[in-house]
Every structure is written in C-alpha cells, then in structure tokens.
C-alpha cells in the first residue's frame, strides 16, 4: 500500500508505514475493513460507537464485532487505555488513523461516515432530552468526551454535498443549548450555513431571543446579528 509518493517522505516514515502495512496485511479482510471504519473517529472511540459503526448494514454480528475490536487491540492497531465513566474507549493513534483511511475505499468511506454521523446525531438527541433531568451531568459529560467527534458529526452532515438542511439542522438544534452552543456556533460552516435556515423556523418572539444569545456569544459590538 506503499504510495509513490512516500518515496519523498524521511526513512523514518517510510519504516513506520511498512511497519504498520505489514502489520494491516496479517489481518483477515474483516479485520481491515473493521480498522479502517474506526477511522472516521475524532479524540477516541466510545464502545457503543464503534460497534455502531462496525455493525451498521449487517456488515458485522455484534459478537463479531467485539471479535474485531479485540483483533485490532491485539494487533496493536488500536488502545485501550482504560475504562472510562461510559465505559471503554478506544484510541488510534494519528498515523495509524492516516493509513486507515487511505487504506480505505470511498464507498466504504462513506458508509462509515454516515455510520458516525447518525451515531452522534442520536447522542445529541439524547443529551437534548436530558438537559434539565437528573441524568444531565451524565449526557453533559458524555458530550464532553465525544466533543470532536460530535464536532465532526455536525459538520459532515451540513457539509453542501450532502446536506440536505434537515439531519444537520435537527443536530444543532439539539446541540444549541450545550454550552450555550459556543462549541459550535464558532464553526463558520454552522453560523453560514445552519443557523440562517434554523432561524427561519422559529416563531418571531423565539428568533429575537436567539439573535440575543448569539450576539452575546460572538461579542457583536452593537448586540446585533444579520442573517
């Protein structure tokens, strides 16, 4: 899998990258395909989301898919560091996450992308639902350790290819009211491209209240937001 283009790279890099080829080539073709999934993880790897992600489309039984977890920790393609309050968690490491995804095919790709997405779509749903409820220091703190990755979730699925304005506009919406959205609305594809269409579905009175908090959240200098 060695690229031509790596023949510019230090020796050092070019080592690294046979080193972890020749580690990628003992694995079965379930095990390949199940590293390169992971990939489209960003900051670590909630257990439920990677099985979420290996089983969606029946590629995996649920069983095999701990079997392809445990394959990839053994291979030492991907950590366990420790248990976490959520459970496990997983890490790769960026130049194991770098070949991953070269490694793998578009359609694939995607598949996995999508696969993520809707993973932490649901988990912002679910934060949403608990923000004023005993279990909120829960949810908040989940959203806490996924940060990147709902940050990419987010992203991709307003991303103009693909959006079709709804899984991303319900996404933020969830998302507003974390951290009173600062996460997020900072991101310049969020403020030009979903909140100009969220604000559209609200009612006037709701649309002067969140104009204010936006403005107080960016420090506009005259308290006012134009969409």
């Known amino acids: 899998l060695l690229r031509s283009d790596e023949r510019d790279r230090p020796e050092r890099h070019r080592t690294l990258t046979s080193t972890i ?19 489209v993880f960003q900051g670590g790897i909630p257990l439920d989301g990677a099985l979420a992600v290996l089983q969606d489309g029946d590629r995996a039984t649920f069983i095999e898919a701990l079997d392809q977890l445990d394959l990839l920790v053994q291979a030492n393609l991907l950590q366990l560091p420790a248990q976490t309050f959520d459970g496990p968690r997983y890490h790769m490491l960026q130049t194991l996450q770098e070949f991953a995804l070269n490694a793998l095919s578009i359609e694939d790709r995607l598949a996995a992308e999508t696969a993520h997405a809707d993973y932490f779509a649901s988990m912002a749903s ?6 004023r409820g005993p279990q909120a220091a829960l949810w908040l703190d989940r959203l806490d350790a996924n940060i990147e990755n709902v940050r ?25 009211e974390y951290d009173n ?3 997020f609305i900072e991101s310049p594809l969020v403020a030009d491209f979903l909140m100009p269409v969220w604000l559209e579905t609200l009612e006037a009175h709701e649309k002067e209240r969140v104009v204010k908090q936006l403005a107080q959240l960016i420090d506009a200098e005259d308290g006012k937001i134009t969409f």
């Open 21 to 39: 080829d020749w580690s990628y080539q003992l694995l079965p073709a379930s095990g390949r395909a199940a590293f390169g999934r992971l990939a």
């Open 126 to 131: 679910g934060a949403q639902a608990h923000y």
């Open 152 to 176: 990419a979730a987010l992203l991709w699925l307003a991303a103009p290819d693909r959006a079709s304005g709804t899984p991303a506009l319900l996404m933020a919406t969830e998302l507003f």
């Open 181 to 183: 959205g600062a996460e």
